[in-house]
Nanobody
Framework: QVQLVESGGGLVQAGGSRRLSCAASGRTFRSYYMGWFRQAPGKEREFVAAIRWSGGNTRYADSVKGRFTISVDNTKNTVYLQMNSLKPEDTAVYSC?????????????WGQGTQVTVSS
């Protein structure tokens, strides 16, 4: 079982930036791919980005491509989501996930989520 704890959410103005962090722990978490998902009010959860723990094989949703960057710091067992040029439609609860394989691989563990609100 992989344990995931997100942080970094908050209120940001449109056009601004925010960095989310996801600290991972557990015996075998480095065998996983890591992903970020989000869920806006009244909408289904959607994929945002994914990456291998080795740092390669990044994948992004079209809606965030060119604005968001996913990365890993193996020394800190942490996955990041750098979000730039934020838009009000990026407002959502962002959750970190450990996937058994590259997206759309099945999710093994979820974090608790962190709220990001983008004001216009």
């Amino acid at each position: 079982q992989v344990q995931l704890v997100e942080s970094g959410g908050g209120l940001v103005q449109a056009g601004g930036s925010r960095r989310l962090s996801c600290a991972a722990s557990g015996r075998t978490f480095r065998s996983y791919y890591m992903g970020w998902f989000r869920q806006a009010p009244g909408k289904e959860r959607e994929f945002v980005a994914a990456i291998r723990w080795s740092g390669g094989n990044t994948r992004y949703a079209d809606s965030v491509k060119g604005r968001f960057t996913i990365s890993v710091d193996n020394t800190k067992n942490t996955v990041y989501l750098q979000m730039n040029s934020l838009k009000p439609e990026d407002t959502a609860v962002y959750s970190c996930a450990a996937l058994y394989a590259d997206y759309p691989g099945p999710v093994g563990s979820w974090g608790q989520g962190t709220q990001v609100t983008v004001s216009s």
